[in-house]
T-cell receptor, first 115, second 114 residues
């Protein structure tokens, strides 16, 4: 069974640009969550999508948005990039249900550098 | 708000020895789950072990076991027979049964001495 796939693995963008990151969850998983990891703030929750609907949202500005497609693949978009957006962005996949479905499996992340 | 605290930023262990990583959390929920994740230099987060709050029995996965003290809100990870491949950053994480958001601690860097 294939794991969680994130693309691209690395990105370098200029301030003011926008970027789109992609995440393909484990087959059968309907929940996709996104996290930002930085040395200073650690791991912070961005948002979660379940069956194409945003189910949870963290405390990030509106420049951070996402969506989920009918095949459960998810994209997150960051507009008007700032230097502080440089981070490792992790995607997590889960069944989205209670019990066994609570386990989240992560992709390898996308390393975004804003210059 | 739920918080997860890992107070030790770094630890070191001799190969084949046992090490315990500490974690405390704060919550008013009764239905929740706790996890330990490992993040090696490759940056991929790997699930090590999970514990349901309603279970009194401590979870074990091969060389990894937890000491779950619900009243004290403590959730420590014990790694037995440490191996060089155990060297990584370890994160303690919490989520409720109803909300899929994971709240992470700051992490602890574990080094293994040969």
């Amino acid at each position: 069974k294939a794991g969680v796939t994130q693309t691209p693995r690395y990105l370098i963008k200029t301030r003011g640009q926008q970027v789109t990151l992609s995440c393909s969850p484990i087959s059968g998983h309907r929940s996709v969550s996104w996290y930002q990891q930085t040395p200073g703030q650690g791991l912070q929750f961005l948002f979660e999508y379940f069956s194409e609907t945003q189910r949870n949202k963290g405390n990030f500005p509106g420049r951070f948005s996402g969506r989920q497609f009918s095949n459960s693949r998810s994209e997150m978009n960051v507009s008007t990039l700032e230097l502080g957006d440089s981070a490792l962005y992790l995607c997590a996949s889960s069944l989205g249900a209670a019990g066994l479905g609570v386990e989240a499996f992560f992709g390898q992340g996308t390393r975004l550098t804003v210059v | 708000a739920q918080t997860v605290t890992q107070s030790q930023p770094e630890m070191s262990v001799q190969e084949a020895e046992t090490v315990t990583l500490s974690c405390t959390y704060d919550t008013s929920e009764s239905d929740y789950y706790l996890f330990w994740y490992k993040q090696p230099p490759s940056r991929q987060m790997i699930l090590v072990i999970r514990q349901e709050a309603y279970k009194q029995q401590n979870a074990t996965e091969n060389r990894f076991s937890v000491n779950f003290q619900k009243a004290a809100k403590s959730f420590s990870l014990k790694i037995s027979d440490s191996q060089l491949g155990d060297a990584a950053m370890y994160f303690c994480a919490y989520r409720t049964g109803a909300n899929s958001k994971l709240t992470f601690g700051k992490g602890i860097t574990l080094s293994v001495r040969p």
